[in-house]
């Protein structure tokens, strides 16, 4: 079955220091990656989108990578801040009806916490 | 824009009864999603639709209905309520197959 994953642990970064988050996912073969910031009661909020002939794509502090061969994406964040403090969730697009305009697919996300 | 707004923001439903929970976009999004989120876990789709009255299941659609009749709106309907449907429902929309936009949830739970 489909399947994505993301450390389930929290991890915790020091200000200032660059945080490397891992997607890892099996039985796919997306078109594209996304990222979300979803943040204590609230709904996810869209990061970045990168697709699967892209193997780079930076916005402002944000980083993100996809290797399609590891089926990985890594997301950076550098020069890391407590207000970057969020759960982060790694989307693909879904595959339910094999074609069309279907939903996104979710890992459980990652918990990032910023250090002063 | 007021985006994607969700009503009501909390309900408590007793088992076996029924209830619709709201979403509107003003965004003029063909494409609308339902997803829940149960605590620690992934958002799962319940139901999504391309455009005015097309919808499709997603991964987890028994004991929900929806419908589609204006490009605005897409309400999420629950028919006789069970505990295990007690999860946080995002909607969402987007232009396209790509970046989506959620609105802030309604949190359910069945007693």
């Known amino acids: 079955s489909q399947k994505i994953e993301q450390n389930s642990e929290a991890l915790n970064i020091q200000e200032g220091k660059t945080a490397t988050l891992t997607c890892n996912y099996t039985?796919?073969?997306?078109?594209?990656l996304q990222w979300y910031r979803q943040d204590p009661g609230r709904g996810p909020v869209f990061l970045l989108l990168?697709?699967?002939?892209?193997k780079e794509k930076r916005k402002e502090r944000l980083k993100v990578t996809f290797d399609t061969t590891l089926k990985q994406s890594l997301f950076h964040i550098t020069a890391s801040q407590p207000a970057d403090s969020a759960t982060y969730l790694c989307a693909l697009d879904g595959e339910y009806s094999g074609g069309g305009a279907d939903g996104l697919t979710f890992g459980k996300g990652t918990h990032l916490i910023i250090q002063p | 824009n007021a985006g994607v707004t969700q009503t009501p923001k909390f309900r408590i439903l007793k088992i076996g009864q029924s209830m619709t929970l709201q979403c509107a976009q003003d965004m003029n999004h063909n494409y609308m999603y339902w997803y829940r989120q149960d605590p620690g876990m992934g958002l799962k789709l319940i139901y999504y639709?391309?455009?005015?009255?097309?919808?499709d299941k997603g991964e987890v659609p028994n004991g929900y209905n929806v419908s589609r009749s204006t490009t605005e709106d897409f309400p999420l309907r629950l028919e006789l309520a069970a505990p295990s449907q007690t999860s946080v429902y995002f909607c969402?929309?987007?232009?396209?197959?790509?970046?989506?936009?959620f609105g802030p949830g309604t949190r359910l739970t069945v007693t």
């Open positions: 990168i697709r699967e002939n892209e």
């Open positions: 039985n796919y073969s997306p078109a594209y």
């Open positions: 639709s391309v455009g005015a009255g097309i919808t």
């Open positions: 969402a929309s987007s232009y396209s197959r790509a970046e989506q936009y």
